[in-house]
């Protein structure tokens, strides 16, 4: 199937580091699939996160899209003088569109993720959750094409965190996105995703399919697949 993201022999080094953080990367994205990137702390995944989003430059080889890409960051990371709707329409800013039409869309975006009523309250009267909706909401505002999520997760709640689970699932499905999510969970990668990236010091260590069917549960054949993975993590590598 063809990519609608690429990197292409793609290597990046933070000033002042002496090993790259990712070397001679070459991995694509189908469309419409829903890939996880797990790996340990200083593996390169969020790395390729900022790739992908355009965030830093390749310092060696090539990226190629063929979308519209948005990114649904930690905690939300919004601006807590500004309402979820003043929030989400920052998204538009910069698009063409009048403050009208972007409050508008940005509204309908509240909408899809269940904000609608919150649409006037400011980040810190909203829960953990509710914040992490908004901010998805400012990254479907732009109709993207491709979502790239960072642990979006991490800071929620188990119960909540499985609700969320359950609502980007359905809007992978319904707007038939392609979703790249970097997780800190196994569990969580392979209950969401269809195939897991492993990376390891800066390199992808292996493509892990997942083809459980939906919906998924934490049972034998996931905890299976989630330690399978979790092997390959902590394997040594061969000298």
Same mark, same amino acid.
């Given at each position: %199937? ?26 694509? *994205?189908?469309?419409?699939? +829903? ?27 090539? %990226? ?8 649904? +960051? ?28 972007? +409050? ?10 269940? %904000? ?16 992490? &909706?908004?901010?998805?909401? &400012? ?9 790239? %999520?960072?642990?979006? *997760? ?19 499905? &319904? ?31 292996? *493509? ?32």
């Amino acid at each position: %199937m063809e990519s609608v993201l690429e990197l292409k022999d793609v290597s990046y080094a933070y000033p002042g580091h002496n090993a790259p953080a990712i070397e001679a990367l070459s991995v694509g *994205f189908p469309a419409h699939s +829903f890939t996880a990137i797990v790996g340990p702390s200083g593996g390169g995944k969020s790395t390729v996160l900022k790739l992908l989003a355009g965030l830093i430059p390749p310092q060696t080889g090539e %990226m190629h899209t063929d979308g519209r890409i948005s990114m649904v +960051f930690q905690s939300g990371a919004l601006l807590p003088w500004k309402t979820a709707e003043e929030n989400v329409a920052l998204g538009l800013m910069n698009a063409g569109f009048s403050e009208h039409e972007q +409050f508008a869309k940005a509204r309908a975006a509240l909408g899809e993720v269940g %904000m609608a009523q919150f649409a006037r309250e400011l980040p810190r009267d909203l829960s953990g959750g509710q914040r992490q &909706r908004v901010g998805i909401a &400012r990254a479907l505002v732009t109709d993207p094409d491709i979502l790239l %999520m960072d642990e979006p *997760f991490s800071a929620l709640d188990v119960e909540t965190a499985e609700r969320l689970h359950r609502e980007v699932l359905s809007l992978w499905q &319904r707007r038939s996105l392609t979703v790249i999510l970097v997780s800190h969970s196994l569990e969580e990668a392979v209950l969401l995703a269809q195939s897991v990236l492993v990376m390891k010091a800066g390199s992808l260590k292996k *493509f892990v399919p997942v083809t459980l069917p939906y919906p998924r549960h934490l049972e034998t054949r996931t905890m299976h697949i989630a330690n399978e993975i979790r092997l390959l993590i902590h394997e040594r590598d061969r000298v």
